[in-house]
Every structure is written in structure tokens, then in C-alpha cells.
């Protein structure tokens, strides 16, 4: 077995200096990992599954016509170049989520743009979709699946190139698609960042309905396509970009996006730059955003009447988290930065504290525990 504690800053770059130095060496590790036909890459795929992975048949179900063994998925933000896309189920993933993927590659906003908060237990993150670009992606995935057949679903996060104009985003989008179409089992609409110009403007009906259109009128494989949102609409932004989804016959909604938010942390000085964390640019993600995401779940979750899938994003670390979103009414989750802190035995941890959920409810499926809370809420 594996010595799980010095595999730590190993697998998830817990190093001192620049954090997106140190995710750089976590991929190429996991890219060698995955990539590798030798014995030593052999053995160190099955190490990390028997050491990380965990399987109860109460916690599978059927979302979008795929099967998720469980609900909990890798989000979107880590993976960005498809560089490790069969190893993430060996990590006990349920899905994963890769990307965001841009149809021209892109090098992102200017260093350092990637810093650690340990005491909010988030990170700040202005990366500005730094990626290969669609057509690079498509050939890291082409390799990867001939290596390897996928065990779990993978879906691919689509957001707009940054020298592309709002006006034509919808053939960005497009072009993406249609390089990646047959290689992933979902696409998620990114037009939540808050690091690429103008993106989240996108999020207005007005705006969104030709992206829609666009992939909607290609989507030959009707593959599901799901919106991910920001936390920081207001309610009635919510409640639009909802009939806009039930309009268009989208399969899901992502909730949600990181936070442009700062009173909600307790970091107030950014010790890298020595800049007023409200001065700085980016999105926040981790524990400072658990309770606004699972508000919006739970509305949307009430405003569809649970009939539209919700993944639920945003400060999972513990199955307390993990439960009171599905209880919300989360589908499927979704967590980066609770595994950065927490550690790769986290998805394990989470696994199996939803099956002791189950238990002391008298539940025999995690379909019955979706929503289970706003029902109540809801009489």
C-alpha cells in the first residue's frame, strides 16, 4: 500500500512558493501516471485505486441517461488540459469535469494568479482560462481513450476565448464543441467567470439565447449540455436564467461558480502581493462559498420543482457538506478545492459518510435523499 501522507504534497502540490507552480508538477505526475503503459505506472494507477477509491451501489444512479457510481465529481479548474482524464476514477471520482476549454489556446492573465487563503480555506484564482486550446484537448483525449476506455462520465467545462468579441461567442462556443463532441459524455456552458472580460455578462438572457441556440441546433449526439452560474445573481437573474434553461430543454444547472464576494473572508491582506484582498482581482473558491451555494440550490431546486438535475459546487470538504447540498437538492457534487486541502482520501472520507448518512435516515438509495430537506422546508 501507499504511505498516504508523504504522497500528499506529492499529489496535490501542498509545497511552499508559487501554488500554480506546484499544480504544474501535480499534472505532469498524474499525466505520467495515466499516460504510462510500464509496470511502475501499472502499479501506481492500482495503488492509488485501492488506497483512494470506495464503492457502495447506494450511492449510484442514473443522471442525463449515464451512470454516476457515486454522486461526488472532480470540478472543473484542475484538469484544464486533459492531461490525466482516465485517472481521476482511480481517485474514487464519481465524474469529473474538465477544462475550461476555449477554442483558440489561450496563456491566461499575467503571474502570480493563483494564491492560497489557509485561513478562509479557499483560494483566489484569476487565471483567465489558461488552456491549450479545443483542438490540442481533443488530441490529449483522443490519446487518452485509446489507451484506456472511460469507467466514468466525463464532461467538459466550454467557456469563451478571450480575443474573441461577446458578439461572436456563439461560434467560439460552437467551434469548441464541435471539436470535442464525440469524446466527453457532457458539456458545461461557462459564462460564469469572473476571470475572462466581459464573460459574465453572457449570463444575461438576451446574450445567452444565440450561445444556446448555436449548440443546441449542432448537438447531433444530444449530448446534455448543462449552464453553470455564478453565486453572486440576484434572485431574479436566477429565476430567468431558470426559464431560460426550462425554454431551451437544458439538462442541468451547475451551482455554482466562485465568488467576486470579499467581506466574506477573514483574509484581509493578500501576503504575497500585500495588496487589500479587495483590491485584487478573481474568484474565490472553498469554504467561503458553502452556505451561498447551497441557498441557490435549494431555490433552484424549489423554482423547478427538483425536475431539473442541479450539480452542486462550492466548499465541499466534509459529507456534512456533501449532505446538506444533496439534501438541498444536488444531483451530483462536485470539489477542487476541499481536495486541495483536504487531500486526496477526502473523496473516500465523503463516500463514506454519505453511506452512514443513508443508514441513520433508513434510506437505501442517494436518489431518496436529494431534496430531502427543502421538502420538508416545503411542507
Not at 438572457?205 to 444565440?210: I, W
Not at 502581493?273 to 462559498?289: D, F, M, V
Request: one cysteine or more.
Amino acid at each position: 500500500m501507499l504511505n498516504v501522507p508523504r504522497l500528499y504534497p506529492l499529489l496535490l502540490g501542498m509545497t511552499k512558493g508559487d501554488p500554480e507552480s506546484a499544480h504544474r508538477q501535480l499534472m505532469s505526475v498524474l499525466h505520467w501516471l495515466d499516460s504510462s503503459s510500464t509496470a511502475w505506472g501499472n502499479w501506481g494507477r492500482t495503488q492509488i485505486r485501492s488506497s483512494f477509491g470506495f464503492k457502495n451501489p447506494q450511492l449510484s444512479q442514473t443522471v442525463w441517461g449515464l451512470e454516476f457510481a457515486n454522486p461526488l465529481g472532480l470540478a472543473a479548474g484542475c484538469d484544464k488540459n486533459a492531461q490525466a482524464p482516465g485517472l481521476w476514477s482511480e481517485f474514487g471520482f464519481g465524474f469529473a469535469e474538465l477544462g475550461a476549454v476555449t477554442f483558440q489556446g489561450q496563456p491566461g492573465n499575467p503571474r502570480p494568479r493563483l494564491f492560497r487563503l489557509p485561513e478562509d480555506q479557499a483560494v483566489l484564482n484569476r487565471l483567465g482560462a489558461n488552456n491549450s486550446g479545443a483542438t490540442a484537448i481533443a488530441e490529449n483525449l483522443q490519446a487518452a481513450w485509446r489507451r484506456r476506455p472511460r469507467t466514468i462520465p466525463i464532461g467538459i467545462n466550454l467557456c469563451k476565448s478571450k480575443l474573441t468579441s461577446l458578439e461572436d461567442a456563439p461560434k467560439d462556443y460552437l467551434g469548441s464543441f464541435q471539436r470535442l463532441q464525440n469524446l466527453a459524455d457532457f458539456f458545461v456552458i461557462n459564462v460564469s467567470s469572473p476571470n475572462t472580460p466581459g464573460l459574465r455578462s453572457l449570463q444575461a438572457t438576451e446574450s445567452l439565447k444565440p450561445i444556446l441556440d448555436a449548440l443546441w441546433s449542432n448537438n447531433t449526439n444530444q449530448q446534455p449540455i448543462l449552464l453553470k452560474i455564478a453565486p453572486d445573481l440576484s434572485w431574479e437573474d436566477i429565476s430567468e436564467l431558470i426559464q431560460l434553461v426550462k425554454n431551451f430543454g437544458i439538462a442541468g444547472i451547475v451551482a455554482t461558480n466562485t465568488t467576486i464576494r470579499r467581506d466574506i473572508l477573514k483574509t484581509k491582506i493578500l501576503p504575497e502581493t500585500g495588496q487589500l484582498l479587495t483590491e485584487e482581482n478573481g474568484g474565490i473558491s472553498g469554504a467561503p462559498l458553502r452556505s451561498r451555494s447551497t441557498e441557490i440550490i435549494r431555490f433552484i431546486y424549489q423554482e423547478t420543482e427538483g425536475k431539473i438535475p442541479i450539480v452542486g459546487v462550492g466548499g465541499i470538504f466534509t459529507a456534512e457538506d456533501a449532505w446538506e447540498k444533496i439534501t438541498a437538492g444536488a444531483s451530483l457534487l462536485q470539489a477542487y478545492t476541499g481536495w486541495i486541502y483536504k487531500g486526496p482520501s477526502m473523496v473516500k472520507q465523503i463516500l463514506q459518510g454519505l453511506t452512514e448518512k443513508l443508514e441513520q435516515h433508513q434510506l437505501t438509495s442517494i436518489t431518496q435523499a436529494i431534496g430531502l430537506d427543502t421538502k420538508k422546508l416545503n411542507g
